[in-house]
């Protein structure tokens, strides 16, 4: 889901602006940039996931004036690069959407918050918390971390862009319900499957592109 027109009061825009520069120096504090240069897998798999995501991210359709919804794809690049580095793929992959034509350089902070770094926040949340109980069945992660945090990613960044919308005066809160905010749990589906379906794959035939995966936690 993305926001095609400048759909946000001044006051809102500049605070998701300071949202989004916060979160991003909190993202480039957390990549290991040395590893970056030295790993070429994982630089593979960096300017591929944010190639496919820019390619992903043409496809979408559009529900109310200004808005559209497609599959994020953030939680399984999370799962790959680690929440910093993908917040930076999908960041590339949005640059990609903005040269196209498909979203607006204006809104490029908005919707850089919602399609991307809300997904990737909300995944690793997920994936920490799997951690933290320490399952021992590899299916935990496949689950947790990739069908259910991309549903709840999405659900998350789907709230957070009705309540950026009627904090602005675009639309009132009862036509977000109807009209949005009722069809979440259908947005979710998709998301979760597809997510979940390349984790799955990931897992069985290239684990070792899967960052976040300890393997020795799994018997």
């Known amino acids: 889901m993305g926001m095609t027109d400048n759909l946000l009061s001044t006051g809102l825009w500049y605070l998701t602006l300071a949202a989004f520069l916060l979160i991003l120096l909190q993202a480039a504090r957390s990549v290991r940039w040395r590893a970056l240069r030295s790993d070429n897998a994982l630089q593979h798999s960096f300017f591929g996931a944010a190639v496919a995501l820019g390619f992903i991210w043409q496809l979408r359709a559009g529900i109310y004036p200004g808005l559209a ?19 930076f793929a999908g960041l590339l992959a949005l640059v990609i959407t903005v040269i196209t034509g498909r979203e607006p350089l204006m809104m490029f902070a908005a919707n850089g918050l919602v399609t991307v770094m809300i997904p990737a926040l909300v995944t690793q949340g997920i994936m920490l ?3 933290h109980r320490d399952f021992s069945n590899f299916f935990a992660y496949i689950f947790f971390c990739g069908f259910f945090g991309a549903g709840i990613s999405v659900a998350a960044a ?3 862009m009705c309540a950026m919308l009627w904090a602005s005066g675009v639309y009132e809160f009862s036509e977000l319900v109807h009209g949005y905010l009722r069809y979440l749990p259908l ?9 979940g379906a390349v984790v799955t794959g990931m897992m069985v035939f290239h684990p070792d592109r899967l960052t976040t995966l300890d393997q020795r936690r799994y018997r």
């Open 129 to 131: 918390w799997e951690r």
């Open 158 to 160: 789907g709230i957070v």
């Open 187 to 195: 947005f979710m589906v998709p998301e979760g499957f597809v997510n």
């Open 69 to 87: 919804i497609h599959i994020f794809g953030i939680t399984v690049v999370t799962l790959m690069l680690g929440w910093g580095l993908a917040v």
